[in-house]
DNA sequence: GTCTATATCTAGATAGAC
DNA sequence: GTCTATCTAGATATAGAC
C-alpha cells in the first residue's frame, strides 16, 4: 500500500500533463509548460515519450482514468444504498471543482472533445476510460440488486449526467447543478426500485 | 422570414469559426484556417474582428447559442407532452451526431473548457448561451402546468443530462447515450407529474 | 537519463497597397 | 473591404554533449 516514495520523472512529466490537460485541454498544453511543470527537462519528456506530445496524450488520460476511477470507488463505497452513494459522488465533485476554483472539471473532457476524430490513440484511451467508469457504477448497482439490463442503463445515464452537470457547474462556477443531479439521478434510481 | 440572402463575409467568417471550433475546439482551430474555409482573406477576419481570436471566439459561441436555441425549440414544441419532448430532443441530437460522423457534438462544449479561467470574455458567452438553452427548457415545463421551482431544477438536469449524453455518445461513437438519456429524462419528469 | 542548443514550422497579428 | 507580404513569438521536435 505504500504508494509516494518519491515520484520519479516520468510519474510527475505524466501527473502534470494531466492536470494541465484537465484544466487547459490538449491543445492549450505545451510540451515545454508539462516538463516546467514537472521540474523536468524537455530531453526528459521525450527520452519517456518518444512519441511526442499525443503519447504523452494518451498517458495523461490512462492516468486519469485511474485517479478518477478511484474516486468514484470511494465515494460510491461511502453508502450502502446506491441512491445515496450517487448524491455522495456528486457533492464530492461539486467540492473539489469549488475548492479549486472552478477549475478542475471532468479531467479528461476537454481533451476528449478537441481530439476526438483526429487522434485514435487518445480517442481510444479516453473510450476506455468512460467505460471503465460506467463499470464501476454498474458494477455498484448490480451488488444492491438491480438487474443487469436496469444497472447497465442507469450507469450509462449516472455517467452522462455527472460528465453534464460538471460542465454546466464549471461553466456557471456553481455546486448547483451537480447538486440538482445527484438529488434527480438518485429519484431516478429509486424509481426502478418499485 | 426571408432569411438567407447569400451571407456576408462576416457571417460567413463566423459560421465557419462556429463550426471548426464546435469540432476541434478554440486552441484547436487557426485563424488561417477559418479564413480559408470562409473562403474570406485573413485581412477580412481583421477587419470585422480587431479583437482577434478571443473576439472571434465570442462571435462563434453567440452563433452557436442562437442556431441550438432553433434545434432545442424547435425538437422541444414537436410534442404537447414536455417528457416525450425531451424524448424527441435527445433523438435528434443523435441523429444528428450520427449523420455528422460523430463530429458534431455540442457547439461549444470543448471552446467552454478550453477557456474557462483564461478568457473572460468567451467564458460569459458560454454561460450565457447555456443560461438560454435552460431557459427554453424550463418555459416549456411551466407551459405544460410545472411549478416553477420543479421547471427550474428540471431545466437544469435536462440540459446538463443531454450535454453529457452528447459527450458520452461521441466518445463511444453510438447513440444509445443520448437515447438512454431520453427515456430517463422522461421518467424523471414524469415522476413529478404525480 | 539529463541537459542545452537549435532546427523547423505554424500560430496570431500587423502593414500598407489597392 | 479585400488582398499579399511579413513580423514575431511560440509550438513540436531533434541532436548531441555529458
Redesign the interface.
Known amino acids: 500500500m505504500a504508494n509516494t516514495p518519491q515520484p520519479g520523472t516520468r510519474e510527475r512529466v505524466v501527473r502534470a500533463a494531466s492536470l494541465l490537460m484537465q484544466?487547459?485541454?490538449y491543445?492549450?498544453t505545451g510540451i515545454k509548460q508539462v516538463a516546467q511543470e514537472a521540474k523536468a527537462t524537455l530531453g526528459s519528456v521525450y527520452h519517456f515519450f518518444p512519441g511526442g506530445k499525443q503519447e504523452l496524450g494518451v498517458a495523461a488520460v490512462q492516468h486519469a482514468d485511474q485517479e478518477f476511477a478511484e474516486l468514484l470507488s470511494t465515494s460510491l463505497s461511502a453508502e450502502a444504498d446506491p441512491a445515496k452513494a450517487v448524491v455522495a459522488c456528486a457533492g464530492e465533485l461539486a467540492r473539489l471543482l469549488r475548492d479549486s476554483?472552478?477549475?478542475d472539471?471532468c479531467p479528461i473532457?476537454?481533451t476528449?472533445?478537441?481530439t476526438?476524430?483526429?487522434a485514435p490513440d487518445i480517442?481510444q484511451a479516453?473510450?476506455e476510460a468512460?467505460?471503465h467508469w460506467r463499470d464501476l457504477v454498474a458494477g455498484t448497482l448490480r451488488e444492491a440488486g438491480f438487474p443487469e439490463g436496469d444497472a447497465r442503463?442507469?450507469a450509462?445515464?449516472v455517467?452522462?449526467?455527472?460528465?453534464?452537470?460538471e460542465?454546466?457547474a464549471?461553466?456557471?462556477k456553481s455546486e448547483?447543478?451537480l447538486r440538482?443531479?445527484g438529488e434527480?439521478l438518485a429519484?431516478?434510481i429509486d424509481?426502478y426500485k418499485r
Chains 1, 2 share one sequence.
Open positions: 484544466r487547459q485541454g491543445e492549450g476554483g472552478w477549475v472539471g473532457s476537454a476528449a472533445l478537441e476526438t476524430g483526429r480517442e479516453v473510450a468512460f467505460q442503463d442507469l450509462i445515464t455517467i452522462s449526467t455527472l460528465e453534464g452537470a460542465l454546466t464549471q461553466v456557471a448547483t447543478p440538482v443531479a434527480h429519484r431516478l424509481s
